[in-house]
């Protein structure tokens, strides 16, 4: 497809545009206004009789002129003929004076002839009998002495419009130019964006036009989640490499210290047990970037089942308490809810939220998980009375790798959260959070209601 530029399109196209709307009207109004003027010349010839017939009389057979009788007025010829066409007062125009000297009388409406290419009108009235013949008074007007003053009023009204138009294009051109050079302004800025990656140059625009400026901070704000998007990203490459340095750093460690040595059993075994759990380690991290990039990308296919909460809560609490028995205890407070979704899935999320209370409490603590309903929901609550969060974490737990406890930052690697609400949201739920520091957090799964 052929491009063109802006100012092709706001002004050529709309000035062609309204050029022949224009050319259309002028022809409807001149074609109107022949006929308007025809009608007015018409009712001002019968106005102009009529009132020059009150000049003229016919009283017992004698007839009586007025000294007001007047013979032409306003371009205007006024006769007073009999029914055979002698003319008893008053004269044609010079012009066509033997033209008109047969036409014959005709008491019709107003009607028009053309003698010599020019249009006359003529119109003939009863005034009465005189010497036994009857008595008219005719009226004849000349179009082109009268249309003089309508024509000037056209022509007027044609210069108008014409400059009118020229206003309104060079209007046109002006707000193009304007617009052409903002939107011209933002593609530099956006080239240059391409070219540097330097997502920190912003949109400017300085015009007041409402479009310009809403597309300007709309980009802006495109290149704002851009740019939160690739910190992000960078941030996510630098904690990937952070968090399998360690373990590759110890199995690279194991591995140069058993090279060319000659081990006992215990050492051998010693390094296996090593090896096996940093590897671990690894495979843990590989596994759920894994999971989060086919959530990402919707690539995860959910085997949907009715799920009983209270079986897969108390599954993976007694799991739990087995694991943490001198720790802490955790109490239930189960309500018979179902849902419907991914069984392994969500039982990964319950597990994380168990897993975190448990890591966070202080030794000898209590966990309380319970389960019911809200409505259109369903929930399962977990809380614990431990370290709790900091108000300034709370709106980064769930980013990936965000760890809130620096101290701790050798457990875990801060992806447990953010999968956890991905599987939510996948589930079409959702997972809230609410804490106190020093007095314990309280993480709660919403899941919708669906009863089996």
């Not at 050319?23 to 206004?33: A, D, E, G, N, Y």
């Not at 005189?130 to 000037?152: H, N, P, T, V």
């Not at 194991?254 to 215990?266: I, P």
Request: glycine share 6%.
């Amino acid at each position: 497809m052929k491009q063109g530029s802006i100012i092709h399109y706001i002004v050529v196209i709309p000035a062609i545009g309204l050029i022949t709307m224009a050319i259309i009207i002028l022809v409807v109004i001149r074609l109107l206004s022949n006929a308007a003027i025809d009608s007015e010349i018409k009712r001002s010839l019968v106005r102009n009789i009529r009132l020059n017939q009150h000049n003229v009389s016919v009283e017992s057979g004698e007839l009586e002129i007025s000294e007001d009788f007047y013979e032409q007025s306003d371009s205007i010829y006024f006769l007073i003929l009999s029914l055979d066409g002698q003319v008893l007062r008053g004269k044609y125009p010079d012009e066509i004076a033997e033209e008109l000297a047969e036409y014959q009388v005709d008491t019709a409406l107003s009607h028009s002839i053309v003698l010599n290419g020019m249009k006359y009108y003529i119109r003939d009235s009863r005034v009465g009998k005189y010497k036994g013949k009857e008595i008219f008074l005719r009226g004849i007007i000349k179009k082109s002495d009268a249309d003089s003053f309508y024509r000037s009023i056209e022509i007027i009204a044609y210069i108008s419009m014409s400059c009118v138009l020229f206003l309104m294009f060079i209007c046109e051109m002006i707000l193009a130019k304007r617009i052409s050079k903002e939107l011209k302004n933002m593609c530099n800025t956006a080239e240059s964006i391409g070219s540097n990656l330097d997502l920190s140059q912003r949109m400017e625009c300085e015009d007041q036009l409402y479009e310009i400026a809403t597309l300007a901070q709309a980009n802006n704000r495109m290149l704002d989640q851009m740019e939160e998007m690739l910190k992000l990203q960078e941030q996510f490459t630098s904690d990937v490499a952070h968090e399998l340095r360690t373990p590759v750093a110890v199995v690279l460690a194991q591995c140069e210290y058993v090279t060319g040595k000659k081990l006992s059993e215990a050492e051998t075994q010693e390094f296996i047990e090593v090896v096996y759990r940093q590897s671990g380690k690894m495979d843990m991290l590989i596994v759920q970037l894994l999971k989060l990039s086919r959530l990402d990308q919707d690539r995860m296919k959910l085997q949907y089942e009715t799920l009983d909460l209270v079986e897969i809560v108390q599954s993976v609490c007694e799991e739990q308490q087995d694991k943490a028995v001198d720790k802490v205890t955790i109490n239930l407070n189960l309500k018979e809810v179902f849902s419907r979704g991914d069984i392994n899935l969500i039982s990964i999320v319950i597990l994380n939220l168990l897993t975190n209370a448990v890591k966070f409490s202080n030794p000898g603590g209590q966990i309380d998980v319970s389960t019911g309903e809200e409505g259109e929901w369903v929930y399962i609550s977990v809380r614990d009375y431990g370290i709790g969060i900091d108000p300034e974490d709370l709106d980064h737990i769930f980013r990936r790798f965000y760890k809130c406890d620096k101290s701790r930052n050798a457990e875990g690697f801060g992806l447990g959260l953010p999968l956890s609400e991905k599987i939510a949201v996948k589930h079409g739920g959702k997972i809230t959070v609410s804490s106190k520091k020093e007095k314990g957090s309280k993480f709660t799964l919403y899941l919708p209601n669906v009863q089996p």
